[in-house]
């Protein structure tokens, strides 16, 4: 699925802002775009679909993309340099990638830092003049349909959004 959010800060919000119509608020707004389940090598993967998308995204012009999860559909080696090669092609300097389960599976863990490198993401962004602070996770769980951020995360995680932050992304 592909969807874009443009996200207001919240303390903007709490300020009196209404958002009745956006265009009549000069705010400053953060346009991410997110793209999952692309599930590259199987069976219902359509490389000219993942390309519209694609091309759907780099037309909007995000501050920042995020790929979360089932970016394979099976984890094997020959599925990884196919979707490298094809999220290659969004033009986003600051694009997040997050594994699923389906990248998991076959040893698909090791390969995907391998290809894309760590599986979770803590980061500092500057967008339309805000500190963002981005942490992307990775729930999953070798050859197992199910995730879950375990109580190993939470440090990691509150220490991704510490300090002064103008918006938080999780």
């Excluded at 990691?156 to 999780?170: K, N, P, S, V, Y």
């Amino acid at each position: 699925g592909i969807s874009a959010h443009r996200l207001v800060p919240p303390d903007l919000l709490r300020r009196g802002a209404r958002l009745q119509r956006a265009e009549q608020l000069i705010l400053p707004a953060v346009l991410i775009a997110q793209l999952s389940d692309v599930h590259v090598g199987g069976g219902r993967y359509s490389q000219e679909l993942l390309q519209t998308a694609i091309g759907e995204i780099n037309e909007a012009g995000p501050d920042v993309v995020v790929v979360a999860g089932d970016l394979t559909d099976d984890g094997y080696p020959d599925q990884y340099p196919l979707a490298k090669r094809e999220l290659e092609a969004i033009a986003c300097e600051r694009v997040i990638l997050v594994p699923g389960n389906h990248d998991a599976r076959n040893v698909g863990y090791a390969l995907f830092e391998d290809t894309f490198g760590a599986r979770d993401t803590r980061v500092r962004l500057q967008c339309a003049g805000l500190d963002v602070a981005l942490v992307a996770v990775d729930t999953s769980k070798p050859d197992l349909d199910e995730g879950e951020i375990g109580r190993e995360h939470y440090g990691w995680i509150e220490e991704g959004f510490a300090g002064d932050a103008g918006l938080r992304i999780f």
